[in-house]
Nanobody, 124 residues
Framework: QVQLVESGGGLVQAGGSLRLSCAAS????????MGWFRQAPGKERESVAT????????YYVDSVKGRFTISRDNAKNTVYLQLNSLKPEDTAVYYC?????????????????WGQGTQVTVSS
C-alpha cells in the first residue's frame, strides 16, 4: 500500500514563497513519476507540475512556469514543490499523486495514489 503525505501549506502574502513536500511510503518510489495538482473552490482539479522517475523530465502548467519548481529526492522518497512569487489565484488545496508509470505528464487519470492535500492560501 502506498501512502502520500503532503506538508508545507499555509497562509502567505502575495509575492511570498512556500515549499510543499510529499513523503511517500511503500516500495519503488524511484520507479514512478510524481505530480502536484491543485483544486480551488468551485473549480476542477488541475495539474500544476509533474516529474518523471529520475527528475530529468518536468511539466508545468503555463500559469506557474517560472514561479514553481518541482523536484524529487529518491533517497528520501520525497517530492517537492517550491512555490515562489505566489498570487491570490494560486490559492487551492494542493495534492501530490503517484503516476502509474515512470512518466505520465499532466493527465490526472494516469495517477493512482493521492495524498490528502495541503491548503495554500495567498492573501492580496
Amino acid at each position: 500500500q502506498v501512502q502520500l503525505v503532503e506538508s508545507g501549506g499555509g497562509l502567505v502574502q502575495a509575492g511570498g514563497s512556500l515549499r510543499l513536500s510529499c513523503a511517500a511510503s511503500g516500495r519503488a518510489f524511484s520507479n514512478y513519476g510524481m505530480g502536484w495538482f491543485r483544486q480551488a473552490p468551485g473549480k476542477e482539479r488541475e495539474s500544476v507540475a509533474t516529474i518523471n522517475w529520475s527528475g530529468s523530465i518536468t511539466y508545468y502548467v503555463d500559469s506557474v512556469k517560472g514561479r514553481f519548481t518541482i523536484s524529487r529526492d529518491n533517497a528520501k522518497n520525497t517530492v517537492y514543490l517550491q512555490l515562489n512569487s505566489l498570487k491570490p489565484e494560486d490559492t487551492a488545496v494542493y495534492y501530490c499523486a503517484r503516476s502509474v508509470r515512470s512518466w505520465s505528464g499532466d493527465d490526472p487519470r494516469s495517477y493512482d495514489y493521492w495524498g490528502q492535500g495541503t491548503q495554500v492560501t495567498v492573501s492580496s
